[in-house]
Structures are given as C-alpha cells and as structure tokens.
C-alpha cells in the first residue's frame, strides 16, 4: 500500500512537471542546478519549483547533489529525459503521466455514477482530454507515422499508392494530428478526416488552414453511419483509425462502414492496443493496470452512450478479428508495429 500511495504521488508530480515543461527545462542542462536557476530558465515560482524538486528527488528522478556551504543543486539524467521529455519523440513516456490526473478530474465523479446506473458518458466531460489526446497523438504520429509505420503497410505499396495519388480517409481524426501529417507528406494523394465531434473538427480545420493544406477535408460525422451514405461507397483507396475503434458506441457498424467506403481493392490500417480479450491472458501486460484504468475512466463509458457496446480499450486481438471478421472483410493480419510495442496493426482486404 505505500507503494501504490508513493507511485500514485509521484506520477501526479511528474504530471506537472510534464505540463510545466521542467522536465524539458532541467534536460538542457549538463550539470547541476540550483532552485533558482532553473525555476529561472523555466519561468516558475521558486517556492513551488522547490516543492515538486523534492517529490522528483525522493522518488529518485532527480539527483541532489549536496555541496559544502553553497545552495543543493538538482540534476535531470539524460537518459531521463530520453523517456521524460518532448524531444523523447515516440519513446516518450512523459506526456502519460498527464492521463490519469486528467481523466480523475475531468470523469471521476461521473465514472462511480455510472457503476450505479450503467449509464454512459459523453464527450462533453472530457473537454480537457481532447486536447491532451492531440498532445499525444503528436507524441506518437510526428516522428514515425510518416517516416517508419507508412512505409512498413503493404511491404511499401501504400506509400507508392500515396506518392501517386489516392484517396484516402482517417476515421476518428480528433483535431486532425495524423491526417494532416499524411496530407503534408503526399499532396498527390486527397485526404478525409472524420470526428463525431464538431469542436475538434473545428480545430482540425483551423490547423490545415494555418498550414495551408489544400488537399484534406473534415466531416462531422458518425462513422457508424457510413454504411448509410451512399455517395461515399467504393470512395477510397485506403482508411485508417488510430485507437478510435474501440470508443465507437456502435464499432461493428463502424467496421461495415469502413468496408462500405473502400474500393473493391481498398486496403484498411486500424491501429489499436496490443492486448488479449481475455483477462488471464493479459495478467503479465506491462501496463495492463494503467490501460485498464483508461478504460474504466473514458473509452468504456464514452462506448455506453446511448445504449452503445462499451468496447473499451482492452477489447483485444481475438475480439478485433472477430469483428473484423463480421464487417467481411475478406484478408485480416495481425502485425506487429514498428518501434511501438503497445500497438498492434490490423491490417485488412475488402
């Protein structure tokens, strides 16, 4: 129990450390600080800096080094900040201290609500949560959407189907981080996101227009009503959903739709986590009690609404196939992802 006291602190800590971008301040430095020089170089109160240096310090995050008659100065390893920090890229474990403080303020309350009335929780709860989901997503998408995961589809031929000119949809788009990255790196290709959300479209188009990205349209839209939109079937060359599936209130319907919008010899990347759907089989996951968590705190109660299936983020491989299975789609490969061990590829032929 002062274990999970200790670590339940110190994760609420590095959160703020994150946030405050001190973590990114004390990895620009070779050698140990004093308090305040680096609540200087980050523009932060000293008395504060001061507190959170000693959570860092206990916890063994920071090193203290105590010097005869001069001020204690603190230090961030750097192989620290290869994990901790913004430029960690995809290895950055960082921007996931965020989640859970986030998801207790902004669902808690809601969550034990539901344990009583089974009921659902919409997006309008988590207004916050988007925002760090883009964060995340840029985290994850900047450095290998388009340099290492695009090239691995297809033993290369999405990418020579992109450099040509496709027509291509990303389903679950949020504000837009991947689908924009995509439409920047292959202007022959056309690109379309969609989000059930109109706020994060919004945005979505707001960052393609400030980038002046001509080829990529957004659509408010319910993916699970794609099956009923006629003038979108046979439309596109290749779909892709980046852990969007398994928040859909209606993902089977989804997966038909996707089948529905793909041409005869469409090709369909659905990204989500590497998990089983059965519990034994995930006892030794390396964080199967964090994932767990984000289900329970969003992506199963946004899946109830409205009666929906309530998924969740643990739904697994074997349920994922199954369902893919459902929605006909006719070549289903479970593969590996390259340099993200927390993901899976499922990658299908109409």
Same mark, same amino acid.
């Given at each position: 129990?002062?274990?999970?006291?200790?670590?339940?602190?110190?994760?609420?800590?590095?959160?703020?450390?994150?946030?405050?971008?001190?973590?990114?301040?004390?990895?620009?430095?070779?050698?140990? &600080?004093?308090?305040?020089?680096?609540?200087?170089?980050?523009?932060?109160?000293?008395?504060?800096?001061?507190?959170?240096?000693?959570?860092? !310090?206990?916890?063994?995050?920071?090193?203290?080094?105590?010097?005869?008659?001069?001020?204690?100065?603190?230090?961030?390893?750097?192989?620290?900040?290869?994990?901790?920090?913004?430029?960690?890229?995809?290895?950055?474990?960082?921007?996931?201290?965020?989640?859970?403080?986030?998801?207790?303020?902004?669902?808690?309350?809601?969550?034990?609500?539901?344990?009583?009335?089974?009921?659902?929780?919409?997006?309008?709860?988590?207004?916050?949560?988007?925002?760090? @989901?883009?964060?995340?997503?840029?985290?994850?998408?900047?450095?290998?959407?388009?340099?290492?995961?695009?090239?691995?589809?297809?033993?290369?031929?999405?990418?020579?189907?992109?450099?040509?000119?496709? &027509?291509?949809?990303?389903?679950?788009?949020?504000?837009?981080?991947?689908?924009?990255?995509?439409?920047?790196?292959?202007?022959?290709?056309?690109?379309?996101?969609?989000?059930?959300?109109?706020?994060?479209?919004?945005?979505?188009?707001?960052?393609?227009?400030?980038?002046?990205?001509?080829?990529?349209?957004?659509?408010?839209?319910?993916?699970?009503?794609?099956?009923?939109?006629?003038?979108?079937?046979?439309?596109?060359?290749?779909?892709?959903?980046?852990?969007?599936?398994?928040?859909?209130?209606?993902?089977?319907?989804?997966?038909?739709?996707?089948?529905?919008?793909?041409?005869?010899?469409?090709?369909?990347?659905?990204?989500?986590?590497?998990?089983?759907?059965?519990?034994?089989?995930?006892? !030794?996951?390396? @964080?199967?009690?964090?994932?767990?968590?984000?289900?329970?705190?969003?992506?199963?109660?946004?899946?109830?609404?409205?009666?929906? !299936?309530?998924?969740? @983020?643990?739904?697994?491989?074997?349920?994922?196939?199954?369902?893919?299975?459902?929605?006909?789609?006719?070549?289903?490969?479970?593969?590996? @992802?390259?340099?993200?061990?927390?993901?899976?590829?499922?990658?299908?032929?109409?």
């Amino acid at each position: 129990m002062i274990d999970i006291l200790n670590y339940g602190a110190i994760n609420l800590a590095m959160a703020i450390g994150y946030r405050t971008g001190l973590f990114d301040v004390m990895d620009e430095f070779d050698s140990p &600080q004093t308090i305040d020089k680096i609540s200087q170089a980050a523009g932060l109160n000293s008395r504060y800096v001061t507190e959170w240096l000693g959570v860092m !310090t206990t916890a063994e995050i920071t090193e203290l080094s105590l010097i005869e008659n001069a001020e204690n100065r603190y230090f961030l390893p750097k192989n620290w900040g290869d994990l901790l920090t913004r430029r960690a890229g995809n290895s950055n474990l960082g921007v996931y201290t965020q989640e859970i403080p986030l998801l207790t303020r902004c669902a808690m309350a809601a969550v034990i609500d539901g344990f009583n009335t089974g009921e659902g929780i919409s997006y309008d709860h988590y207004p916050k949560f988007q925002v760090f @989901m883009s964060q995340l997503a840029n985290a994850k998408h900047r450095q290998v959407l388009v340099n290492t995961f695009l090239p691995s589809v297809d033993n290369g031929r999405i990418i020579q189907q992109l450099e040509s000119g496709i &027509q291509v949809c990303d389903l679950g788009c949020a504000e837009g981080v991947a689908v924009i990255l995509m439409a920047e790196a292959f202007p022959k290709s056309h690109f379309v996101g969609i989000d059930i959300s109109p706020e994060v479209i919004d945005e979505a188009r707001r960052k393609a227009r400030q980038q002046k990205i001509e080829n990529l349209d957004f659509l408010v839209l319910d993916a699970a009503d794609l099956k009923s939109k006629r003038e979108m079937k046979g439309l596109f060359d290749y779909v892709t959903a980046f852990d969007a599936i398994h928040d859909q209130t209606r993902p089977l319907d989804v997966l038909r739709g996707v089948n529905h919008i793909l041409t005869p010899n469409g090709r369909f990347s659905m990204v989500d986590i590497a998990a089983h759907s059965n519990l034994a089989d995930n006892m !030794t996951h390396p @964080m199967g009690p964090f994932l767990y968590t984000v289900s329970l705190m969003h992506c199963m109660p946004v899946g109830l609404v409205g009666g929906g !299936t309530g998924l969740g @983020m643990m739904w697994g491989r074997e349920k994922a196939v199954e369902m893919l299975r459902d929605a006909q789609f006719q070549k289903v490969q479970v593969l590996e @992802m390259p340099d993200d061990p927390f993901n899976l590829h499922f990658f299908c032929s109409k």
